[in-house]
C-alpha cells in the first residue's frame, strides 16, 4: 500500500531563514511521481512540484529546492530564505505513475509553516 | 481560462438532510477527483473517475455518499443523509490523464451539518 508520511506537524521560523519540510514515502511501485502542493490560507491547494522516480535529479525554483533521494524513500522541500508569504500548509504526495490516464493520489498530513516577521 | 468550478461553496444543513455538492473540472480533462479535507484526517480521497468511469471509490466513507459524473463536464457527490460527522471542505480536482496525476484544484465546498 501507499503511505505518505510527514513526521512535521508544525514548525515555526523567524523570516530569512531557511527551512526543509520531511517527507517520507513507501510504495510498492516501480514507477511512481511525487508532489508537493501548498496550501495557503485562503484555503486553494496550490501545485508547486511533480518529481518522476526515475529523476533524482534534485530542483531549484527561485528559494525552493526539492531533494529526492530513492534510497531513503524521502522527497524534501527547503525553503531558502523564508517569507512571510510562504506561511501555509505543505503537502506532500504520492502517486502510481500510469502513461494513459490518472491514477490516486495520496497526500500526506501536511506541515503547518509559520513565518514569523 | 476557468479553473475546476465548485458550487456551492459554503453550504449549512441539518443533519438528515440530503447534500448535493457539484464540480465542474477544467475543459479536457479526463480525470476527476473527490477530496474530504478535516482537521482530524487531513487530505481523504473519497472517488475519483477516469473518462467518466468510477475507478476507485474505496475511500467514499460509507452508503450514504455516493458520486456520479453523466458527462466528461460535470460531477456530484450526494451524501444522503448527511450527519454531523460529515462537516468538513469537500475538494474536486481535475487532471489530464497523460500529464501524470498534476492536479488542479477548485476552491472546494465548505459542508457543516448541524
Known amino acids: 500500500a501507499q503511505k505518505v508520511t510527514q513526521a512535521q506537524t508544525e514548525i515555526s521560523v523567524v523570516e530569512k531563514e531557511d527551512v526543509t519540510l520531511d517527507c517520507v514515502y513507501e510504495?510498492?511501485?516501480?514507477?511512481?511521481?511525487l508532489f508537493w502542493y501548498k496550501q495557503p490560507p485562503s484555503g486553494e491547494l496550490v501545485f508547486l512540484i511533480r518529481?518522476?522516480?526515475?529523476?533524482?535529479q534534485n530542483e531549484i525554483s527561485g528559494r525552493y529546492s526539492w531533494n529526492f533521494q530513492k534510497s531513503t524513500s524521502s522527497f524534501n522541500f527547503t525553503i531558502t530564505a523564508s517569507q512571510v508569504v510562504d506561511s501555509a500548509v505543505y503537502f506532500c504526495?504520492?502517486?502510481?505513475?500510469?502513461?494513459?490516464?490518472?491514477?490516486?493520489?495520496?497526500f500526506g498530513s501536511g506541515t503547518r509553516l509559520s513565518i514569523r516577521p | 481560462d476557468a479553473g475546476v468550478i465548485q458550487s456551492p461553496r459554503h453550504e449549512v444543513t441539518e443533519m438528515g438532510q440530503e447534500v448535493t455538492l457539484r464540480c465542474k473540472p477544467i475543459s479536457g480533462h479526463n480525470s476527476l477527483f473527490w477530496y474530504r479535507q478535516t482537521m482530524m484526517r487531513g487530505l481523504e480521497l473519497l472517488i475519483y473517475f477516469n473518462n467518466n468511469v468510477p475507478i476507485d471509490d474505496s475511500g467514499m466513507p460509507e452508503d450514504r455518499f455516493s458520486a456520479k459524473m453523466p458527462n466528461a463536464s460535470f460531477s456530484t457527490l450526494k451524501i444522503q443523509p448527511s450527519e454531523p460527522r460529515d462537516s468538513a471542505v469537500y475538494f474536486c480536482a481535475s487532471s489530464w490523464g497523460q500529464s501524470s496525476g498534476e492536479l488542479f484544484f477548485g476552491e472546494g465546498s465548505r459542508l457543516t451539518v448541524l
Open positions: 510504495t510498492r511501485d516501480t514507477t511512481y511521481y
Open positions: 518529481r518522476n522516480s526515475f529523476d533524482e
Open positions: 504526495a504520492l502517486s502510481e505513475a500510469q502513461y494513459s490516464s490518472a491514477s490516486k493520489i495520496i
